[in-house]
């Protein structure tokens, strides 16, 4: 049973650039959701997708997009970066958002935005 | 607004010891509870879920309790080891499909 990844593990990028971050999702699991944690904070819920659809969001900007592809797999997208976004980026997938499985999370994209 | 709190926000124990984290919650209308452990730099490993019918979950050395009403859960460690140093988070999960997290008990077990 594969696990859940991401990539990049590190990531270093300028206040008004984009970054795209990546997530494998669990072998098996339908749902995945980015999370936000800054330095010393628990995540903050960014969005959830179900099979391919936004199933969720919590409160960020619209400048916080992803995507689900038809694997699972997916992209957390964030445009006109700021410094205030520096964080751990986590991914989480399980199956059925609703059915009280746990989520399993991958190790995270650090993010610094200088 | 549900908000979760964790105490003690941080812990420093001999080894051998007993301990219990605390977390509570403002909502009590939570679908289940997740007690999670991160260690440094890493993501996060979910330790126990109690779903909201329970009171009560096992794993090992852990036992997490459930008192929906009153917007408490205990995440209770036997036998403490240094192996267990690590970050705790708790978290809920309402109607919303999103889980709510403390801000975690970073607990340092020494030998």
């Known amino acids: 049973e594969t696990g859940v990844t991401q990539s990049p593990t590190h990531l270093i990028k300028t206040r008004g650039q984009q970054v795209t971050l990546r997530c494998s999702s669990q072998?098996?699991?339908?749902?995945v959701s980015w999370y936000q944690q800054a330095l010393g904070q628990g995540p903050q819920f960014i969005f959830q997708?179900?099979?391919?659809?936004?199933?969720g969001r919590g409160n960020f900007p619209p400048r916080f997009s992803g995507l689900q592809f038809p694997n699972y797999s997916s992209e957390l997208n964030v445009n006109a970066l700021e410094l205030d976004d520096s964080a751990l980026y986590l991914c989480?997938?399980?199956?059925?958002?609703?059915?009280?499985?746990?989520?399993?999370f991958g190790n995270g994209t650090r993010l610094t935005v200088t | 607004k549900q908000e979760v709190t964790q105490i003690p926000a941080a812990l420093s124990v001999p080894e051998g010891e007993n301990l219990v984290l605390n977390c509570s919650f403002t909502?009590?209308?939570?679908?289940?509870l997740q007690w999670f452990r991160q260690d440094p730099g890493k993501g996060l490993t979910s330790l126990l879920l109690?779903?909201?019918?329970?009171r009560e979950q096992t794993s090992g050395r852990l036992n997490a309790s459930l008192d929906k009403s009153s917007g408490r859960s205990t995440l209770y460690i036997a036998a403490s080891q240094p192996g267990d140093s690590a970050t705790y988070l708790c978290?809920?999960?309402?109607?919303?499909?999103?889980?709510?997290f403390g801000t975690g008990t970073r607990l340092q077990v020494f030998p």
């Open positions: 909502d009590s209308a939570i679908y289940n």
């Open positions: 978290a809920v999960c309402g109607n919303t499909d999103k889980l709510i």
């Open positions: 989480a997938s399980s199956f059925s958002g609703r059915d009280n499985s746990p989520l399993h």
């Open positions: 109690i779903q909201s019918s329970q």
């Open positions: 997708y179900y099979r391919e659809e936004e199933n």
């Open positions: 072998s098996g699991h339908n749902t």
